[in-house]
């Protein structure tokens, strides 16, 4: 493939891209309604220790911008059903009809929600049409959790989501190499799970910035390309996620004219370098 036809499939491949927006950042959401595409997905995290009520109004000013706010769900922060089912009322009455839903990094559960499938079976969402529901995916697995546990939830919520006709996707945590992705991929393809996957990359950042959220989120294997490769590390922060994009658009399971493999829908972007930086780039990179 030449360079100008990689170019051309890096513009399509980012069309439609989500994106985190900090819901405490206000000039990032401010950015975000003037600078983002209508329809285009914000995803709100909750941040641990603040009320999630504060998503609301984030979530409504985003959704009133032609936006499509996809606030997060942290079933171990959340402290009660009374909780869960006031949140899930207030976010539908903003216009939401879509949302993230995510264990929670929390050693013990804040109410009596211990994971995503919990929450799911409540209905709380669901009653309230709120029916689009993604969930968090681990090429890389999760420090916290053991691989066979986090298959057996993950085959848990598409058996729940298939019996309730819940929209369900996933988008996965980030990497720095493309082959941990695929190989993911094939793995949870050949289990027969084929909901729609965003693969989550990291926008523009220094390697310091990455390297501190490789740490804290237990991004192991990547984690090497950073310590072990400097000249690829550089090409990264220079580059951004480029040449992870071109690596999965280039894989033998693409489509002809760069289409993404193994069911990938989409990329979804973490700002870790900042919104407005990481919105330059994906823009550069669309006009090129």
């Known amino acids: 493939m030449t360079a100008a036809a990689q170019s051309i499939n890096i513009a399509r491949i980012l069309k439609g891209y989500s994106i985190e927006v900090h819901p405490g950042d206000a000039k990032a959401l401010d950015a975000a309604q003037k600078r983002l595409n209508p329809g285009t997905e914000v995803f709100l995290p909750w941040i641990p220790g603040t009320n999630p009520m504060g998503l609301v109004a984030v979530a409504a000013n985003l959704r009133r911008a032609g936006l499509w706010p996809a606030p997060h769900i942290g079933a171990r922060h959340l402290e009660s059903s009374a909780q869960l089912e006031h949140l899930a009322s207030r976010l539908a009455d903003a216009g939401v009809d879509r949302i993230l839903v995510i264990g929670g990094d929390r050693a013990k559960p804040a109410g009596p929600f211990a994971s995503t499938l919990a929450v799911l079976q409540t209905g709380a969402f669901q009653n309230r049409g709120i029916t689009r529901i993604a969930i968090a995916g681990f090429p890389e697995g999760n420090p916290n959790i053991n691989d066979l546990t986090l298959d057996e939830a993950l085959r848990a919520k598409v058996s729940f989501a298939l019996a309730t006709g819940l929209h369900l996707s996933i988008v996965t945590q980030f990497c720095f190499t493309a082959q941990p992705i695929v190989d993911w991929l094939q793995r949870i393809r050949a289990k027969g799970i084929d909901c729609p996957v965003r693969i989550g990359l990291a926008g523009p950042a220094s390697v310091t910035t990455l390297l501190r959220y490789a740490v804290r989120c237990g991004i ?46 989409g ?17 550069g990179e669309g006009a090129n």
């Open 267 to 283: 990329l979804h972007f973490f700002v870790f370098g900042g919104f407005r930086r990481t919105v330059d780039w994906i823009d």
């Open 220 to 265: 192991g294997n990547s984690l090497h390309v950073l310590t072990e490769h400097p000249s690829f590390a550089k090409l990264l922060t220079e580059h951004g996620p480029i040449p992870i994009i071109r690596d999965l658009a280039t894989y033998r399971g693409a489509g002809k004219n760069g289409s993404l493999p193994l069911g990938i829908t």
